[in-house]
């Protein structure tokens, strides 16, 4: 028994936040950002949450899967900005759908969210313990980023993914690779909650400021140029087979020169590597499946193609997956 992926889905919110407005909130210019990062704009989510954005995703997905919400057994969503500690944002998103037979439950894994995420539903699913499972990843990361610190809202965005994952007699996920290092986690660091140090006193309210994602840039920018690449590897040793067998490669969107390194590195055509994050920015766990759902949308999954999927980012964590369509 195996796993396949049968519906993909996205959702963004409308507004649109150009490098030209952020020339007017910091010492930056469009020329740089583009250079440095391949962003030219990125989504905002005014007045929506992640939960609203991540139940449109989610319909989507379903709609593209010809499934109805009562069929999921199991919803995993992939986030580093819930609205809530609880309810999860999987428990807010059953709700919503009213996918009342399902369990439910949050990861948090940043940018290599999603990747985890459908490994654990591959696997719950390869044991038999459920039949279809609705993944996420869905991000409002407006909520956590200091919008005077350049080296940070520049590169940031809003927006969901989603996909539906239903057990099969095909294996449509043939390997998977998850990696963390933890030691590393300071350099790409959001604060949830101070400590406890005057818990009965009176406490200042936190500032967005001391909330807000901090990121030694240039160290995960080295991180991801060499654990994207070992992810890759590593996925392909365990499916057995090479990069040449591979008919798209899907990077997290955190930089365009990361993902121009691994173009490099396997000498790909460019054609081969889908890359959305000059309109998008860098949605952390939603990268992967907003670029997948648009992939569908637009007709460039075939029945048969093989995906190499690779997450880099907040942990720090790495993880790779090659799937089947
Ligand atoms: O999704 C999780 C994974 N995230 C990533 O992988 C992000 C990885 N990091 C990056 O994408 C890059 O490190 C950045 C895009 C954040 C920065 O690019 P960089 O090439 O590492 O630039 P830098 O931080 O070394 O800065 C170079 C210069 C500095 O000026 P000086 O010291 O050379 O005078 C910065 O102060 O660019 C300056 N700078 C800016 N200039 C204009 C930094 N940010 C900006 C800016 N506009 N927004």
Redesign the pocket.
């Known amino acids: 028994m195996g796993s396949k992926i049968t519906g993909f889905g996205a959702y963004l919110p409308p507004q649109r936040l150009t490098n030209s407005r952020?020339e007017q909130l910091?010492?930056?210019?469009d020329e740089?950002?583009v250079q440095?990062?391949g962003i030219r704009e990125r989504r905002i989510a005014a007045g929506e949450g992640t939960a609203s954005l991540a139940v449109k995703a989610a319909r989507a997905a379903l709609a593209d899967a010809g499934k109805e919400p009562g069929e999921l057994d199991l919803i995993i969503a992939a986030t580093v900005t819930p609205d809530c500690f609880t309810p999860s944002l999987a428990c807010m998103v059953q709700a919503e759908l009213g996918a009342g037979r399902a369990a439910a439950f949050d990861i948090s894994a940043?940018?290599s969210g999603f990747v985890y995420a459908l490994d654990i539903a591959d696997s719950f699913l390869a044991a038999g313990k459920f039949q279809t499972v609705l993944i996420l990843g869905a991000e409002t990361l407006s909520r956590i980023i200091d919008y005077s610190d350049?080296?940070?809202?520049?590169?940031?965005g809003d927006g969901a993914g989603a996909a539906v994952v239903e057990a099969s007699a095909e294996n449509g996920v043939p390997a998977t690779y998850l990696w963390a290092d933890g030691t590393q986690g300071g350099v790409?660091r959001a604060q949830a909650l101070p400590l406890g140090e005057d818990p009965l006193g009176v406490r200042a309210p936190q500032s967005i400021a001391s909330r807000a994602v901090a990121?030694?840039?240039?160290?995960?920018?080295r991180?991801?140029l060499s654990e994207a690449p070992r992810a890759m590897d590593e996925v392909l040793r365990r499916a057995g087979i090479t990069i040449d067998e591979i008919d798209w490669i899907v990077p997290?969107?955190?930089?365009k020169?990361?993902i121009s390194g691994i173009i490099r590195r396997y000498h790909l055509p460019e054609e081969k590597v889908y890359v959305n994050i000059d309109r998008f920015g860098?949605t952390?766990s939603a990268?992967i499946p907003i670029c997948l759902a648009e992939m569908r949308e637009n007709g460039l999954l075939q029945k048969g193609q093989r995906l190499l999927l690779v997450g880099?980012?907040?942990g720090l964590t790495a993880a790779a997956a090659i799937i089947e369509i």
């Open positions: 952020l910091v010492e930056t210019n740089w950002i440095r990062t940043a940018c350049r080296s940070t809202c520049i590169l940031f790409l990121m030694a840039g240039g160290e995960v920018l991180f991801s997290h969107q955190a930089n020169r990361i860098n952390s990268t880099f980012g907040g």
